[in-house]
């Protein structure tokens, strides 16, 4: 099983700060990378594919890096409305997630 | 636009099973995966299966092999997951999520469907 690492799992942040949450595999998966945000109460909506290509209506302020084992999901110039708990999934192989980040907005 | 409409909550005994269903619209539904992904309270996503609704075919996370059995109905767009045994550890939200075939990213989930094992 790949497992992925998130780190940091909390982290408490001011509007218009640029937030960094990152994510470790295991082994490496290539970019079969995506990311995930999930307000309370709320289902999963997808942030990011393939570790950095970009999803139709989000936010141009989400952006995703990296490639193998370690991944990175920024957001520039957070908003009040991004308080929400962020996940990675790998699809290299048997599906996989993050334990999540909780980002709470200050 | 894309929809994935689950079944309401249930309460179920332990050892008992438990059918949740999702019903897809505003997409061919023989064209995506379906897969099933749950949440306990406060806790993370933890992915248990998926199905080819064109073929039938199933793969399920070795955790619940023996336990899930995942099927559709064509005719009607519906996917549905069976948990059987149930045990207080099986309380969660469960959800469907659509993949494209082959391991993908998840682009559609469900609302969830809350399942609470209790005796």
């Known amino acids: 099983e790949i497992v992925l690492t998130q780190s940091p799992d909390f982290q408490s942040v001011t509007p218009k700060e640029k937030v960094t949450i990152t994510c470790r595999a295991s082994?490496?998966?290539?970019?079969?990378l995506h990311w995930y945000q999930q307000k309370p109460d709320q289902s999963p909506k997808l942030l990011i594919k393939?570790?950095?290509q970009s999803i139709s209506g989000v936010p141009s302020r989400f952006s995703g890096s990296g490639s193998g084992t370690d991944f990175t999901l920024t957001i520039n110039s957070l908003e009040a409305e991004d308080a929400a708990v962020y996940y990675c999934?790998?699809?290299?192989?048997?599906?996989?997630f993050g334990q999540g980040t909780k980002l709470e907005i200050k | 636009q894309v929809q994935l409409v689950q079944s309401g909550a249930e309460v179920k005994k332990p050892g008992a099973s438990v059918k949740v269903s999702c019903k897809a619209s505003?997409?061919?539904?023989?064209?995506?995966?379906i897969n099933w992904v749950r949440q306990a309270t406060g806790q993370g996503l933890e992915w248990m299966g998926w199905?080819?609704?064109?073929?039938?075919?199933?793969g399920y996370a070795q955790k619940f092999q023996g336990r899930v059995t995942m099927t559709r109905n064509t005719s009607i767009s519906t996917a549905y997951m069976e948990l059987s045994s149930l045990r207080s550890e099986d309380t969660a939200v469960y959800y469907c999520?659509?993949?494209?075939?082959?391991?993908?990213?998840?682009?559609?989930w469900g609302q969830g469907t809350l399942v609470t094992v209790s005796s």
């Open positions: 999520a659509r993949g494209r075939r082959g391991y993908s990213f998840f682009d559609y």
């Open positions: 505003g997409y061919t539904f023989t064209s995506y995966d």
């Open positions: 199905m080819n609704p064109d073929s039938g075919n199933t």
């Open positions: 082994q490496s998966i290539g970019s079969s």
């Open positions: 393939y570790a950095s």
């Open positions: 999934h790998q699809s290299s192989r048997e599906y996989t």
